[in-house]
Antibody
Framework: QVQLHESGPGLVKPSETLSLTCTVSGYSISSGFYWGWIRQPPGKGLEWIASIFHNGNTFYNPSLKSRVAISVDTSKNQFSLKLTSVTAADTAVYYC???????????WGQGTLVTVSS | QSALTQPPSASGSPGQSVTISCTGTSSDVGAYNHVSWYQQHPGQAPKLMIYEVNKRPSGVPDRFSGSKSGSTASLTVSGLQAEDEADYYCSSPAGSNNYVLFGGGTKLTVL
């Protein structure tokens, strides 16, 4: 069974870089499909951030593209998110997920709350 | 790019049917047959309920169905049950099929 688990600091200072890692078990990242990050500000809706395919192709939300990077470490079966120059507006629960054959997301981590505050 | 448009709330009594709409444009919902729907209970991660407009993942009851007409997709929940009370989000690829938009979410209340 595919399982995903997010990890990283729960508190980040304004203007700094938010770094999160998603550890995947039950499936090899290099075997196929795509992997992504989605966030949800407290009390608000979902926002897609970025995705990376098993072949290394990356796709980014145009509104975040200048600040976001997604990468994969196949040796650790992990993928990561970096978001630079964070502000309070980046406070959210961050989810990692696995995609299917098209743009749907069929396996999700439990999410991790990241608060941006000094 | 703007989020897809969903009604903020919907409701129905147990056993009834309710339909939630998701309106986009010719550059997203209207351009691709890849609309997905997610169910989210409070404090939990979203769960995929419908993908590619009208396909159900294994384990999702057939009370959930999806459709699309033009730039508007719909999720119908038939035979409402108490456990269906949750937030529902639609999503669609957009642009040149190179990013994803979510709807703003609809809170479904079972009366």
């Amino acid at each position: 069974q595919v399982q995903l688990h997010e990890s990283g600091p729960g508190l980040v200072k304004p203007s700094e870089t938010l770094s999160l890692t998603c550890t995947v078990s039950g499936y090899s990242i290099s075997s196929g499909f795509y992997w992504g990050w989605i966030r949800q500000p407290p009390g608000k809706g979902l926002e897609w951030i970025a995705s990376i395919f098993h072949n290394g192709n990356t796709f980014y939300n145009p509104s975040l593209k200048s600040r976001v990077a997604i990468s994969v470490d196949t040796s650790k079966n992990q993928f990561s998110l970096k978001l630079t120059s964070v502000t309070a507006a980046d406070t959210a629960v961050y989810y990692c997920a696995r995609g299917g054959s098209t743009w749907f997301l069929n396996y999700w981590g439990q999410g991790t709350l990241v608060t941006v505050s000094s | 790019q703007s989020a897809l448009t969903q009604p903020p709330s919907a409701s129905g009594s147990p056993g009834q049917s309710v339909t939630i709409s998701c309106t986009g444009t010719s550059s997203d919902v209207g351009a691709y047959n890849h609309v997905s729907w997610y169910q989210q209970h409070p404090g939990q991660a979203p769960k995929l309920m419908i993908y590619e407009v009208n396909k159900r993942p294994s384990g999702v009851p057939d009370r959930f169905s999806g459709s699309k007409s033009g730039s508007t997709a719909s999720l119908t929940v038939s035979g409402l049950q108490a456990e269906d009370e949750a937030d529902y989000y639609c999503s669609s690829p957009a642009g040149s099929n190179n990013y994803v938009l979510f709807g703003g979410g609809t809170k479904l209340t079972v009366l």
